[in-house]
């Protein structure tokens, strides 16, 4: 062998050498990808912080599918933890969504065991090193449980916080919407979305065969509650015009997304604040009287 040709040996034996090490040293964010040894490393590289992308099976009106919060909050997910290294919990969906049950392909489980089930979710994963647990949220029904489920947790000790970030907001300055009014549920801003995340699954032309008006069928201050508010609004469990979606908007929408999920793992990762002052509170609930101001 020439010179040059022992030399060019050495180098690309050097390259795969560094390329087979680097491929053994990036750790899939997913916990079910993960080896057990790597599992415990991501705890480690992670800090313990760990997502838990919930979504939701529910009708997405005329034109989107089922699972379109599900595949949205993971997508969302899987690439803010590309940018601040965190574990990803395996598809979640277990959420609430009573007011879609007269919709096909809706699953709406008890609401004790959806309490039951992400309490004792949160309490493997806490048990498995995941002492911050985001709970990102990509379901609009859910936006009443998971304050409440996060609440709760002052209940009973627990050695892990919860943190819960809200779904995805349009965000001011983005490509002007073609759609006027509530746009809450399948409209504009999610069918948009999920043109830039799963376009094969998005079915355009079928988002004008169903009407997604506000049809304002109750009669009653705002500030009064009702369950059935949203059937009432909109019965045909869409809210909004998909058929107005463009692929700018949702790329403008899912970065700000993004963007937000990376800022809330970077702060909860700096804080080390709530589980102190968690522990505080836990020993003080045990003896009321002792508090002092
Ligand atoms: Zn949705």
């Given at each position: 062998m020439s010179k040059r040709g022992a030399y060019l040996c050495g180098l690309v034996a050097v390259l795969f050498t560094a390329s087979a090490i680097s491929a053994q040293t990036k750790l899939s964010p997913k916990w079910e990808e993960l080896t057990a040894a790597d599992f415990r490393q991501g705890i480690q590289e992670s800090k313990g912080t760990c997502l838990v992308p919930f979504g939701i099976l529910e009708k997405h009106g005329p034109h989107l599918p089922l699972g379109t919060d599900l595949l949205n909050v993971r997508y969302a997910s899987l690439h803010a933890v590309e940018q601040e290294y965190a574990i990803v919990f395996p598809e979640y969906y277990f959420g609430q969504i009573f007011e879609a049950k007269h919709e096909p392909g809706t699953v709406a489980y008890s609401v004790e065991l959806q309490l039951k089930l992400l309490q004792e979710t949160t309490d493997e994963m806490a048990r498995n090193g995941c002492k911050k647990i985001i709970i990102v949220n990509g379901h609009g029904g859910n936006e009443h449980l998971l304050p409440f489920f996060a609440q709760a947790q002052m209940d009973k000790p627990h050695d892990y916080v919860v943190y819960v970030l809200d779904g995805e907001r349009s965000r001011p300055g983005g490509p002007a919407k073609k759609s006027s009014g509530v746009d809450y549920h399948a409209g504009e801003n999610e069918s948009s979305n999920t043109l830039v995340t799963?376009?094969?699954?998005?079915h355009l032309d079928r988002a004008a065969i169903e009407s997604g008006a506000d049809q304002k069928r109750q009669n009653l201050p705002e500030f009064v509650y009702t369950g059935i508010w949203w059937y009432a609004r909109f019965p045909n469990h869409y809210s909004g015009d998909g058929s107005a979606a463009t692929k700018e908007l949702g790329e403008w929408n899912m970065l700000g997304w993004i963007s937000s999920i990376v800022e809330a793992i970077r702060s909860v990762k700096a804080d080390d604040a709530s589980l102190k002052i968690q522990n505080e509170f836990y020993e003080k609930a045990k003896h009321p009287l002792d508090t002092r101001p």
């Amino acid at each position: 062998m020439s010179k040059r040709g022992a030399y060019l040996c050495g180098l690309v034996a050097v390259l795969f050498t560094a390329s087979a090490i680097s491929a053994q040293t990036k750790l899939s964010p997913k916990w079910e990808e993960l080896t057990a040894a790597d599992f415990r490393q991501g705890i480690q590289e992670s800090k313990g912080t760990c997502l838990v992308p919930f979504g939701i099976l529910e009708k997405h009106g005329p034109h989107l599918p089922l699972g379109t919060d599900l595949l949205n909050v993971r997508y969302a997910s899987l690439h803010a933890v590309e940018q601040e290294y965190a574990i990803v919990f395996p598809e979640y969906y277990f959420g609430q969504i009573f007011e879609a049950k007269h919709e096909p392909g809706t699953v709406a489980y008890s609401v004790e065991l959806q309490l039951k089930l992400l309490q004792e979710t949160t309490d493997e994963m806490a048990r498995n090193g995941c002492k911050k647990i985001i709970i990102v949220n990509g379901h609009g029904g859910n936006e009443h449980l998971l304050p409440f489920f996060a609440q709760a947790q002052m209940d009973k000790p627990h050695d892990y916080v919860v943190y819960v970030l809200d779904g995805e907001r349009s965000r001011p300055g983005g490509p002007a919407k073609k759609s006027s009014g509530v746009d809450y549920h399948a409209g504009e801003n999610e069918s948009s979305n999920t043109l830039v995340t799963h376009p094969d699954l998005v079915h355009l032309d079928r988002a004008a065969i169903e009407s997604g008006a506000d049809q304002k069928r109750q009669n009653l201050p705002e500030f009064v509650y009702t369950g059935i508010w949203w059937y009432a609004r909109f019965p045909n469990h869409y809210s909004g015009d998909g058929s107005a979606a463009t692929k700018e908007l949702g790329e403008w929408n899912m970065l700000g997304w993004i963007s937000s999920i990376v800022e809330a793992i970077r702060s909860v990762k700096a804080d080390d604040a709530s589980l102190k002052i968690q522990n505080e509170f836990y020993e003080k609930a045990k003896h009321p009287l002792d508090t002092r101001p």
